[in-house]
């Protein structure tokens, strides 16, 4: 089992920057690809980007390309999800899954492990 607990979103104007985190523990990191997901009100649960244990590969929405960069540290089994010039319409509860592949995936019924969410809210 793996358990994965989600910080670092918040209220932020248009513009800014935020950084989530995600912490795991339980099972070894590795080999577990991360992913990123969000979800806003009234839609359904959409892919953001993804990283392969040794960081290697990542994928990127096209909503997020550009603009956002996952990165994780496998010595303190945690991935990171740093965004940039954020939107009004990037607000959501973005959650951190795992699953243990050597790939990226987009697909959010495939990864077995999910956090609890975090809040990101981007105010016109």
């Known amino acids: 089992q793996v358990q994965l607990v989600e910080s670092g979103g918040g209220l932020v104007q248009a513009g800014a920057s935020l950084r989530l985190s995600c912490a795991a523990s339980?099972?070894?990191?590795?080999?577990?690809?991360m992913a990123w997901f969000r979800q806003a009100p009234g839609k359904e649960r959409e892919f953001v980007a993804a990283?392969?244990?040794?960081?290697?590969?990542?994928s990127y929405a096209d909503s997020v390309k550009g603009r956002c960069t996952i990165s994780r540290d496998n010595a303190n089994n945690t991935v990171y999800l740093q965004m940039t010039s954020l939107k009004p319409e990037d607000t959501a509860v973005y959650y951190c899954?795992?699953?243990?592949?050597?790939?990226?995936?987009?697909?959010?019924?495939?990864?077995?492990?999910w956090g609890q969410g975090t809040q990101v809210t981007v105010s016109s």
């Open positions: 899954a795992a699953r243990r592949t050597l790939g990226v995936t987009a697909t959010p019924t495939i990864y077995p492990y």
């Open positions: 339980g099972r070894p990191f590795s080999p577990y690809t």
């Open positions: 990283i392969t244990w040794t960081g290697s590969s990542t």
